[in-house]
Structures are given as C-alpha cells and as structure tokens.
C-alpha cells in the first residue's frame, strides 16, 4: 500500500545519498588542495547526515506505518547566498588547481543532479506524506548541486576552490 511506496522511496534515496557520500568521502582523499578537501568533507559530512536521518525515519515508519517528517539540517547555504558569494568573490589570482580535482567534482555534480531529479521526482509522484517527507530534500539537494557548480566554476575560471564557509549563510 502506501506505506511499503513511502518505504522504497526511502529506500532508494539511502542509496542515492550512499553512492553521492562515497563520491565525496573519495574526493576527500585524492584532493590536493586544502579548502578543495574541506569543501568535499562538509558535503560528505552533509550526505551522511541525510543517511542518518533516513536511516531513522525509516525505522519509525517500519515501527509505526507513519513517516514523520523531521527537520533536514544543511550546512549548504542556499541557490541563492552562493550566487551572491561568488559574486562577492575577488578576482585574485589563485593557484594551479589539478585537472583531477576538477573530474572530482564534474563526478560529483553528476551524482548530484541525479539525486535532485529524484527527490523532485518523489514530490511528484508520492501521496502526500511521501510529498511533504521529501520536499526538503529537494531544496537541500539543489543547493548542492550550486555549491559544485559554483566550485566547478571557480576552479576552472579562476583557478581557486570557492571557500563557500567564508561568506555569511544568513545574508543573501
């Protein structure tokens, strides 16, 4: 019924935020550049969170037969504040940033659409509990799609990780 519907939708998005936390936890590893490797593990960090929280509203419904929506936490500002901080950002001339740590992040923005095309499929299709569980996914989840595009970006551009947590999340 609409239970076990709710209950693979979690279930598949854990294996969604499992493979984009992976590709995260990989980048931190193979990063060369400081802010590149603390960029990727505030993302790994954010995606294990949202496993987290799965994991738990999962085993409520499992309980229960209720999904209850809890508060998704995000350190990812919003759409938003990352456009006006990249275009806060100086043009100082940065160093040589890898061309690996650009496939890196071209991987990662790849699993993130992929992610965000989910959650915004969930919204459509679920009944509403379902609709209402993952609606704040699908802002988080565009949000991190901007943070890696922006990275992506700034790297290319002007050679530099774009240090998202140095500008206000508050203002924008």
């Known amino acids: 019924g609409m239970t ?5 939708a979690i279930l598949a998005a854990l294996d969604y935020e499992t493979k984009v936390r992976d590709v995260y936890a990989e980048a931190v590893s193979k990063a060369e550049d400081e802010t590149g490797k603390k960029v990727f593990k505030v ?13 738990d ?6 309980k229960t037969g209720k999904v209850e929506p809890g508060e998704v936490k995000t350190s990812i500002p919003t759409k938003q504040a990352i456009k006006a901080g990249v275009q806060k950002l100086k043009r ?3 160093r040589e940033v890898k061309g690996a740590e650009v496939d890196l992040l ?10 965000s095309a ?18 704040g996914f699908v802002a988080i989840e565009e949000g991190h799609v901007a943070i890696v595009q922006a990275e992506i970006d700034s ?4 050679g530099f990780w774009f240090d998202f947590q140095e500008f206000d999340l508050e203002a924008g």
Request: glycine share 6%; hydrophobic share 35%.
């Open 118 to 135: 989910f959650y915004r499929r969930m919204v459509e299709e679920l009944p509403s509990e379902g609709k209402t569980f993952f609606r």
């Open 43 to 55: 993302l790994a960090d954010e995606e294990q969170g949202h496993i987290d929280y799965l994991e």
């Open 155 to 158: 790297v290319t551009g002007m």
């Open 92 to 94: 100082t001339v940065g």
């Open 106 to 115: 071209r991987k990662a923005l790849a699993v993130e659409e992929e992610t």
């Open 57 to 62: 509203r999962l085993s409520v419904l499992r």
């Open 4 to 8: 076990n519907a709710i209950e693979k």
